[in-house]
């Protein structure tokens, strides 16, 4: 029983690396997962690698461990046309030929994957199963761009990790704006009919509000000071006012008139939002040095340590990195699945979505079919296995990849601090950056504010018909028969 058990677990995983068989893990007590879950889990973790490699590379400390711990270090360095400057193979130079790799692997399945609407196709069998063979093909593109001259390429590849950078920060503040709209509109919907959803919107609202509060009291502590960091000061107050203002705009009465369904909910998660991308912004600041109380102190940077001396803390570096990684995951499943649901025009179209009832699940629109679930248990040792991608694809896996493309190369830059790139080490990467650092992250505050604003004002620019009652859209999928569950055992 122990070897049939062993077997099957073997034989699956051997499909699962080398063959069609999507992945799953090998405990079979584990609950059953979506095949289209499973891979996007699988190049998530793929993602989620080569960054990890790509932080260690940038490492002082690793940088330094390498040069002397790694034989024939000097040998490689001249194959790699690195010649006698090894750094080269480290550092910020060994970030951009990683992510050089990894954004040609996703930009290479992207492209290979235009058009798939149904996982029977060929191309969408490759997709979801082969996972050694495409973990493989992402190493040795990995690998073979350390052996690309570096005369040109660095600043070449530098130029177009500048403006996939910029492409993938839009996209991300298009989502969070869409996810805050949608938010709000789906359970000010259910508020119409139960008034308990007001109750969740208003403690959703509440606890918002909160959280910006309590950023703002943060940083007006932890990155100000008494003589000091006057442009800090300035920076938070005028991004307080902004939110101030965002409010206000968002319960004005020919705002509420041409949007009913604006509200104050939309606006704290945006508050919530800004406050994040200022604490961002502040981290990523060179520190300012000051004479005070007859010692010259670091400030601008939060306190660590009994002596009172402001320097890099490693708990706002890891926070602030969690942070960041968070929203990049969140934009590359997000925009595939809206880029299916509401085809190209997607970034239009989600804002003009109506939904027909709340839910908890405000992400996801309503959706007119009941589709097939079919679990496979040919291997009783591993975990079982939903295919809910008989008929049609769950999310788009053009757009899955292109925006995991666009966020290879946004971490690349945020990285390598954007536009001081050749100083960039990893310790003071999300705490004692660059000034270019800085206004790129402050410039998306702005820009998400003005996002936001567009998206309340820009209703009262249009004409309104002669007809004005609202149209509920639905987004309906092409489906033949009506759909039923079934499990093959």
């Known amino acids: 029983m122990a070897c049939n058990y062993f077997f099957n677990m073997v034989a699956h995983q051997m499909c699962c690396c080398c063959g069609p068989a999507p992945c799953s893990l090998c405990c079979a007590f584990c609950p059953p997962v979506k095949s289209s879950s499973s891979t996007r889990l699988m190049y998530t973790l793929f993602h989620v690698m080569a960054c990890t490699v790509s932080c260690l590379m940038l490492s002082r400390t690793v940088s330094e461990l390498v040069r002397e711990n790694v034989p024939f270090f000097n040998v490689v360095c001249d194959q790699a046309h690195g010649g006698g400057h090894c750094e080269m193979l480290v550092g910020y130079s060994a970030v951009y030929r990683v992510c050089f790799g990894t954004a040609c692997f996703y930009l290479m399945m992207a492209l290979f994957l235009i058009d798939v609407k149904s996982s029977q196709d060929l191309r969408a069998i490759i997709h979801n199963g082969f ?10 593109m990995c690998t073979a761009a350390f052996f690309i001259p570096t005369e040109s390429f660095l600043h070449a590849w530098h130029y177009v990790g500048v403006m996939g950078g910029f492409a993938f920060i839009l996209i991300q503040l298009i989502l969070i704006t869409a996810f805050a709209h949608t938010w709000n509109k789906n359970w000010l919907t259910g508020a119409e009919e139960n008034k308990r959803w007001y109750l969740a919107v208003m403690c959703a609202t509440l606890f918002f509000y909160t959280i910006a509060t309590m950023a703002f009291a943060f940083m007006y502590k932890y990155y100000t000071h008494p003589i000091a960091c006057q442009f800090n000061k300035v920076l938070l107050w005028v991004n307080l006012g902004l939110c101030g203002f965002m409010s206000f705009m968002a319960i004005t009465p020919c705002v509420r008139q041409r949007q009913p369904r604006s509200g104050l909910l939309q606006a704290s998660i945006i508050c919530c939002y800004v406050m994040y991308l200022t604490f961002s912004a502040l981290s990523s600041r060179p520190p300012e ?9 670091t400030v601008c940077h939060p ?18 990195a969690a942070i960041m990684y968070c929203c990049v995951l969140f934009a590359c499943n997000e925009a595939s699945y809206l880029a299916e649901m509401f085809g190209p025009f997607w970034m239009i179209k989600v804002y003009r979505y109506e939904f027909q009832k709340a839910t908890c699940c405000f992400c996801c629109p309503e959706q007119e079919e009941v589709v097939e679930l079919v679990v496979v248990d040919d291997y009783k040792a591993c975990q079982q296995v939903i295919h809910n991608e008989r008929h049609r694809v769950a999310y788009s896996y053009f757009f899955f990849h292109f925006v995991y493309f666009l966020a290879s190369l946004y971490v690349m830059m945020t990285l390598t601090n954007w536009f001081s790139y050749e100083s ?12 270019s650092t800085f206004w790129v992250k402050m410039s998306s505050c702005w820009a998400c504010v003005i996002l936001y604003l567009w998206l309340l004002l820009g209703p009262l620019c249009r004409v309104a018909p002669s007809d ?14 009506a759909r039923h569950v079934t499990v093959s055992v």
């Open 131 to 140: 996972w050694f063979l495409k973990f493989s093909t992402l190493l040795g």
């Open 289 to 297: 040095k000051v004479m005070y109380q007859g010692m010259n102190k």
């Open 303 to 320: 306190k660590v340590g009994d002596d009172g001396m402001q320097n890099e803390g490693n708990a706002v570096a890891i926070i602030g």
């Open 424 to 435: 960039a080490v990893l310790e003071t990467t999300f705490t004692h950056g660059s000034w």
């Open 468 to 481: 004005s009652r609202p149209r509920r859209s639905r987004i309906k999928r092409r489906t033949g028969a």
